[in-house]
């Protein structure tokens, strides 16, 4: 496996985007999402009273129906036929971009088409999806991994029509479990694997060992950007990492907090350009995600942008997304797959012990 090199990513970079010389760049600077959205949501837990001001244009959802899925039975070993859950990892190079949110509100626009969907909050530094939902869990996946809980116990019906599996240090066990939890743990998350159509994995921020395992086990791998040179000069190194892992063909990209289509596209082909030049990879774009004030109302509300405003613009280019996911299977049957996501993550964590 070639190792990551930070020099290597900034002379890439610095060759293929800013044309070789050294570039000191001013950008307006933009808020930390990522910050802003934990301070928006502790705000609403201590100030319930508080109201988000809107545009008047954006219409309030009716509330989400109760998800019901039914958990597949244990088992030793899932049939080689069986199809299981198209794994989706949404990933960034680095803090701040929206990736939670991003993952949240997908989950919310594959449910909307018909499909069972769950999300495994893997972000172990900061791990706040629950707080996007509106959520208090009780239970985490660290509770699988110590006191052998079923998963049906720790997953969550959330806003939407999805399950959330909050994931707290439960991650970061894993690899260093004995054999015997490991394998309940393991055996647990296939039947997760099992029972629904699509399994979207929030993974950390940023190029650690574990945020790129779990984002390279995944059948497909969204980077999340914005427009910033630093954001996509970062991005460009989480997909270095991964195509170094072999997960190329699985990379898509969004550019999220976008101004205009034009600075999607702009930003896709600046990162496409740098990847077929130097790791001979072509970057496929699954969509932008406009700057919206809609997003942050949605968290000072503590639900999905898509149930809290469905109709703003960051809603339906999410929608957008998802229908560009889907229709690379083009139906639920084809959207389950027979390669196990579980399968290629156990074979990192034995390696990793």
């Not at 309030?60 to 070993?77: D, G, H």
């Not at 030049?277 to 809609?294: E, H, K, M, N, Q």
């Not at 109709?311 to 996911?325: F, G, P, W």
Request: proline letters at 5%; charged letters at 20%.
């Amino acid at each position: 496996m070639a190792a990551f090199n930070t020099q290597q990513v900034d002379h890439d970079w610095n060759h293929a985007f800013f044309g070789g010389a050294h570039v000191e760049t001013r950008v307006e600077t933009r808020v930390d999402q990522a910050e802003e959205l934990r301070r928006l949501a502790q705000a609403a837990l201590t100030a319930k009273s508080s109201r988000a001001t809107v545009p008047a244009t954006i219409s309030i959802a009716a509330p989400a129906a109760a998800v019901e899925i039914a958990f597949a039975p244990p088992t030793r070993a899932a049939s080689s036929s069986r199809q299981l859950a198209r794994a989706i990892a949404v990933s960034s190079g680095k803090g701040g971009v929206g990736k939670t949110n991003l993952a949240v509100n997908l989950a919310v626009a594959f449910a909307a088409r018909g499909l069972r969907v769950a999300v495994l909050d893997a972000d172990l530094g900061l791990a706040n999806a629950d707080l996007l939902c509106g959520l208090t869990p009780k239970l985490t996946l660290e509770d699988v991994v110590r006191t052998g809980r079923s998963i049906e116990e720790v997953a969550i019906p959330a806003p939407g029509g999805f399950l959330l599996i909050p994931g707290a240090s439960g991650v970061s066990l894993l690899a260093d479990m004995t054999p015997t939890l490991r394998r309940h743990v393991v055996s647990e998350l296939a039947r997760l694997e099992r029972s629904v159509d699509i399994l979207l994995i929030d993974t950390g921020a940023g190029i650690g060992a574990n945020s790129m395992a779990f984002a390279a086990s995944a059948h497909t791998i969204l980077v999340a950007t914005t427009p910033e040179p630093t954001s996509i000069a970062d991005a460009y190194g989480a997909i270095k990492t991964l195509v170094a892992r072999g997960a190329g063909e699985g990379i898509r990209l969004v550019v999220n907090m976008a101004r205009s289509p034009q600075e999607v596209r702009a930003v896709h082909e600046r990162i496409d350009r740098v990847s077929r030049a130097f790791l001979r990879t072509p970057i496929r774009l699954a969509g932008g995600v406009s700057l919206d004030p809609a997003v942050p109302a949605a968290v000072r509300k503590r639900e999905p942008c898509l149930v809290a405003y469905p109709r703003a613009r960051a809603s339906l280019e999410i929608h957008e997304i998802a229908a560009v996911l889907c229709g690379e299977g083009s139906s639920i049957e084809r959207n389950r797959v027979r390669e196990s996501f579980l399968g290629r993550l156990a074979s990192w964590l034995a390696r990793s012990r």
